[in-house]
């Protein structure tokens, strides 16, 4: 069975005033409702038949309409009733009237709906014709004008004085006064408000202003008043629109503004310079006709300027530093007296600087820092080194450089310390009594580690709060690699030792060597490298054991390529050291000082 679950009635009305035209109010109902079957709501095309009735049950219907293929979505329909069959205006005569809807061809759903108070609008119609058929006797209608022959007509006023009395603002597109209205002549009022138009009063002076033909002057001293009567200079204009003064060069079209609204003064000129003077964000404000364009005084900066085509600007006098520079292509970017430093430069361009200076002449610099009280200084681009850093105070480094979170010598890259050389040092440190380097954490070399001496320095594990303990490094000729353990014979008096699996790849594994020592009561024992060389059999007495040490070569890719010579000539082509040189002077009985220069910490014996 189907339910019409609710509906709703909407109408559209028009209201007209008695002198309108005589459209009628349109007789249509806007209806919506929901209608449900025994599966839910219904979904499709329906053809919906309307019916009004003049009670809720029984009678015959005043007024019927179909409406067919009415599209049902999720139960929900919406149609405008009158649209075939138009309402009577008689129908909603009384105020009970009654609804019902049939589906297709099944019977009217019930119960009918009453329909509530907004149809009886439509009897709004009626009035429309009610002051065109019985209009008042004082008015006159002809066609589209209305009029009376006599009395006053008040707008907003019960006791109109005027023949049109309007209590508040007439608004029109223009007014006409019958009499006394010529060409050049104002409307003026009297001292009781009755408007009447009169001629302007004729040019003409006093006693202090002349006026011939378009000039006019003043034959004694005093002030000029535009838009004010009290001036206070010469010239003195105010104004409450755009401008107070307006100058204008006729041949050139040069023109120029005082106190306009944006700023105190605005000078164009033809060629497409312009100039401002106390603008809203700048004392002073100028362009050229290439874009170029700078102020003074601005809200921030005491001086600003930004070149036209490039974007390149820079700044003096900003919050955080004296000098700015902007480079718009590269991103590059520097300033000059800032907040925690003197000079800062940024480059983003690979091969750039980011602060470049360049000197000459002996013993010059390109840069050079120094602090006052301590006298310590740095030198960039030296006649004798790249960068020289030098610290009076012992306790404290000659150069010192930040990356990230490191701190080394020279920062660079991703590495607090960064050297190069092709034929010299990369990087160079020396010491007269502390250490030339000092390295707290890992250390890694790609290359090869030479050294006078070496040894590893530790806490005594005996008193470690109160001495050290040093261990010489082994040195040999070879590269030696050492590999020791122990092995339990079985019954037969033989073992056998696995070396690790890199060792035939690391060492020459052919050439190496194996010591055995018996442990416990001296007896023979021997080995012998079995196929292959990753391991050996060791024999000696049954159930016994044997400490062994096994040295070999390395000779990995690494080492092939890396490895030096036992003995080398001192010359010109060793990097080490050149001929008549010494690597340790003072081992040889020389003074440190007359082999050290102590500005670059080299050392030569001659």
């Given amino acids: 069975m189907l339910k019409l679950r609710y509906f709703s009635l909407l109408f559209v009305v028009t209201l007209a005033v008695a002198w309108a035209c005589m ?4 007789r249509l109902i806007n209806y919506q409702g929901t209608i449900t079957g025994s599966g839910g709501p219904l979904d499709g095309t329906y053809d919906l038949t309307f019916y009004v009735y003049a009670d809720s049950t029984g009678g015959s219907p005043l007024w019927t309409e179909l409406h067919d293929n009415v599209p ?9 009733l009158g649209r075939y069959v138009s309402i009577p205006d008689p129908l909603f005569e009384i105020d009970e009237r009654w609804i019902a809807v049939k589906v297709d061809a099944d019977p009217e759903m019930e119960p009918r709906m ?5 149809p009886w609008t439509m009897r709004a119609a009626l009035a429309e014709s009610s002051l065109v058929s019985a209009p ?3 008015w006159t209608f002809a066609g589209g004008d209305i009029y009376r022959p006599a009395g006053n007509v008040g707008i907003g006023v019960s006791m109109p004085a005027q023949m049109l009395d309007v209590a508040g603002t007439a608004q029109m597109t223009g007014f006409k006064m019958p009499t006394g209205a010529v060409n050049g002549y104002v409307l003026t009022a009297d001292a009781v408000g009755a408007g009447s138009w009169q001629a302007l009063p004729p040019p003409g002076s006093d006693s202090d202003w002349i006026i011939t033909g378009p000039n006019m002057y003043s034959g004694v001293a005093g002030n000029v ?5 009290s001036p206070t200079a010469k010239l003195t204009a105010t104004t409450a629109g755009n401008n107070a003064v307006l100058g204008t060069h006729t ?13 105190g003064a605005y000078g164009y000129h033809n060629s497409g310079n312009e100039g401002r003077l106390g603008e809203v964000n700048a004392g002073v404000w100028g362009r050229n006709n290439a874009g170029h364009f700078g102020y003074l005084g601005g809200p921030s900066l005491g001086a600003y300027g930004r070149h036209g085509t490039s974007q390149n600007y820079g700044q003096l006098g900003a919050t955080l530093y004296g000098v700015y520079g902007y480079h718009q292509t590269s991103g590059c970017y520097g300033y000059i007296g800032g907040d925690t430093c003197g000079v800062y430069g940024y480059s983003n361009v690979a091969a750039r600087a980011g602060v470049y200076g360049q000197g000459g002449g002996i013993n010059g610099y390109g840069v050079r820092g120094q602090h006052n009280a301590s006298g310590n200084f740095g030198l960039i681009g030296h006649s004798s080194a790249g960068v020289m850093g030098r610290c009076y105070d012992a306790g404290h480094s000659g150069v010192i450089g930040y990356y990230g979170s490191n701190i080394g010598s020279l920062g660079k890259g991703s590495s607090g310390v960064d050297g190069w050389s092709v034929a010299g040092y990369g990087v160079h440190g020396g010491s007269t009594s502390g250490y030339a380097g000092y390295f707290d954490g890992d250390v890694h070399i790609t290359g090869t580690l030479s050294k006078a001496h070496g040894s590893f320095l530790i806490d005594h594990p005996l008193d470690p709060e109160n001495k050290v303990l040093r261990h010489m490094f082994v040195e040999s000729p070879e590269n030696l690699c050492i590999y020791r353990g122990k092995i339990a014979l079985d019954a037969a008096g033989e073992g056998t030792v696995e070396l690790p699996s890199y060792f035939k790849a690391l060492t020459k594994e052919e050439e190496a060597t194996v010591t055995l020592t018996p442990i416990g009561r001296p007896f023979v024992a021997g080995y012998e490298w079995r196929p292959g060389f990753a391991s050996f059999t060791v024999y000696g007495e049954p159930g016994r054991e044997v400490s062994w040490v096994a040295y070999a070569d390395r000779d990995d890719p690494v080492a092939r390529m890396l490895t030096k010579p036992v003995e080398e000539d001192k010359g010109p082509d060793n990097k080490v050291c050149n001929r008549g040189e010494l690597l340790n002077p003072e081992a040889y009985g020389y003074p440190e000082s007359s082999g050290r220069d102590y500005r670059f910490g080299e050392r030569r014996i001659r």
Wanted: charged share 10%; aromatic share 12%.
């Fill in 225 to 229: 008043g535009v838009g004010t009567s």
């Fill in 23 to 26: 459209a009628g109010v349109p």
């Fill in 72 to 80: 049902v979505t999720y139960g929900l329909f919406n149609v405008i």
């Fill in 136 to 138: 008042d006797g004082d």
């Fill in 251 to 263: 041949p050139s079209g040069n023109y120029g503004y005082l106190g306009t609204t944006d700023y």
């Fill in 114 to 118: 009453r329909i509530t108070a907004v």
